[in-house]
């Protein structure tokens, strides 16, 4: 028997570069020559000027092919209102935020950094350092949030204040010799997208047509809404281990893997499927889920990555990026620093006419009536039903939800705050002089679902506010206590501060930051009922399973 063949490949062959990129400055890059070979002399403070200017980008603009699907959503006949005004209310937030003030997000994420060095590029100098330097000047000069916490002792944590560490990982790569390069991907990564990353271990009985859909029907509706849809979905199939599956789905759902092979080969390289691409992606438009309440447009678009697999294993990875798409890519070569040229006009996207696209009723809800009243006025309406609330809302998370815990386990009785007004789980980033707020959207409703039973039993509660669904426990208490749920919608953080929220003061916890208790005034917030006192949850009929028509591939 002969020795088999000598293949490589590099695992992810991400092939031609076609991105649009701009120049950031030609200072700190210069190349010299010796032993006959070029070497391209990047400067530390190169790295720290272009981290810093693509976080502030990602943080305020889009690529315009996102922008792009947002428009597709309005203009489809067969969107739903609802989906129409998800996407509008995205569109309007971006134009809010390239203003450069207020971000798109209130979660302005973690710093992901990842850098390929080909073998002629020096820096002299320890390169994560200076791009966490970059991380550093941008969160603390910016409006953007600090959300990393150092952990001080196993159960204990401090925020570090400075949205430090980073995630940077470097690699070498190869290069053309005479064009030494080194090159970027930069992404802010927000709690709710990140924890909609999953890995599930498989079996060979999972590669085949029939079972691999019904595997991804499961799997992709429990994503549920919490990560800000529209969603680019990634799925992976395979892996040499278990985080490289998880860390190409990552990359995928940031369209870095755009340009793979579309064919697999016998040196086992990674490709994209885009038949089956095309089938997982009118799979989610059947869900009936929508841009967050109800429609047809849960994704933007899907990629499936094949990758070779050890024999005994078969990881399947699901990521996604939320419609706050913060990802860039740049590269620093001989001549000068570049960076993805992001979308800085984004009004073109936005339709003349809005009132015709949305249509519908919407119901107003006073806030500054007495709880009772609130509750009887939302029991009219059923389930998807579009609200606009006017008046004063509490705003408390997982931190101050942990501490009246403990109040109400000593015995203490439920604050008045709770009481008397509805609760929005959210948390704002820094508030730019002359503003009301700061970037001040919702955040994922699920991580308060253990106290809402008791919240509720001990009077407080009643209305809550965030994105995303919510567990089973959720809905029994609203039915046993009387309780409501609404759906704010994931993303726009920079139009409900702008528009939106016209004060804020601290009621309690200051110390927190941005986890204390805040009393804002709204007007005209925009929101959904989810889960009503009757025992409906809106999002109850989209996780089942639906039979699935699947054409065999030849």
């Avoid at 976080?55 to 889009?62: A, G, P, T």
């Avoid at 315009?64 to 569109?91: M, T």
């Avoid at 979660?107 to 992901?112: K, R, S, W």
């Avoid at 204990?156 to 430090?164: C, I, P, Q, R, W």
Wanted: hydrophobic fraction near 40%.
């Amino acid at each position: 028997m002969s020795a088999p063949d000598f293949l490589y490949s590099d695992l992810l062959p991400i092939g031609a570069d076609d991105t649009p990129y701009r120049l950031v400055t030609t200072e700190g890059v210069s190349t010299f020559t010796t032993g006959g070979r070029t070497f391209l002399q990047v400067e530390p403070e190169a790295l720290r000027l272009l981290t810093a200017e693509a976080m502030h980008d990602i943080s305020h603009y889009l690529r315009p092919a996102h922008l792009a699907q947002l428009r597709r959503i309005i203009d489809d006949p067969e969107s739903s209102g609802n989906d129409r005004f998800v996407a509008l209310d995205l569109l309007k937030n971006v134009n809010i935020s390239a203003g450069g003030i207020l971000p798109m997000c209130q979660d302005t994420g973690t710093a992901i950094v990842m850098g390929k060095k080909s073998e002629g590029v020096l820096t002299g100098a320890d390169d994560a350092e200076w791009i966490s330097r970059g991380v550093f000047d941008a969160y603390t000069k910016l409006n953007l949030r600090y959300s990393q916490l150092a952990p001080i002792t196993m159960w204990d944590e401090k925020n570090t204040g400075n949205n430090l560490p980073a995630q940077v990982e470097l690699y070498s790569a190869p290069g053309d010799p005479a064009h030494p390069a080194y090159k970027f991907l930069f992404m802010a990564k927000g709690g709710g997208s990140a924890n909609k990353s999953f890995l599930y271990q498989e079996t060979k009985a999972v590669l085949n047509p029939v079972r691999m859909l019904e595997f991804l029907d499961e799997k992709i509706r429990s994503l549920g809404t919490a990560a800000c849809p529209p969603y680019h979905l990634a799925v992976v199939i395979g892996g040499t281990s278990a985080e490289f599956a998880l860390k190409t789905a990552k990359y995928a759902s940031a369209h870095y893997l755009d340009n793979l092979p579309t064919e697999g080969s016998m040196a086992a390289h990674g490709f994209r499927d885009l038949e089956l691409e095309e089938e997982v992606f009118k799979l989610t438009q059947s869900f009936g889920i929508g841009a967050q309440f109800g429609g047809k447009y849960f994704c933007h678009d899907v990629r499936v990555i094949r990758l070779p697999r050890h024999g005994a294993s078969c990881p399947v990875a699901l990521a996604v990026s939320c419609s706050a798409d913060r990802q860039a890519l740049a590269k620093i070569t001989a001549e000068g620093v570049f960076l993805e040229q992001l979308e800085r006009e984004p009004a073109q996207y936005l339709p003349e006419q809005t009132d015709e696209i949305l249509g519908g009723d919407v119901v107003r809800v006073d806030l500054n009536r007495p709880m009772s009243e609130i509750r009887a006025e939302l029991s009219k309406y059923p389930v998807k039903t579009r609200l606009a609330l006017t008046g004063p809302l509490v705003v408390a998370r997982d931190i101050a939800h942990a501490k009246i815990k403990e109040r109400l386990d000593a015995g203490e009785p439920m604050p008045e705050y709770l009481r008397d007004m509805a609760v929005y789980y959210a948390g704002p980033a820094k508030t730019p002089e002359g503003y009301a707020s700061g970037s001040f959207g919702p955040t994922t409703a699920g991580r308060m679902d253990s106290y809402v039973d008791q919240f509720q039993a001990a009077g407080g509660s009643f209305v809550m506010l965030a994105k995303g669904n919510r567990s089973a426990q959720v809905t029994r208490a609203c039915k046993e206590h009387g309780g409501f749920y609404l759906g704010s919608i994931g993303g726009p953080a920079a139009r409900l501060a702008l528009d939106c929220i016209k004060s804020v003061e601290v009621l309690e916890y200051q110390e927190l930051g941005m986890e204390a208790v805040w009393k804002i005034e709204v007007e005209d917030f925009p929101a959904f009922i989810v889960v009503d006192d009757k025992g409906n949850d809106f999002f109850a009929e989209t996780q089942k399973p639906i039979a699935l028509t699947v054409r065999t591939r030849s």
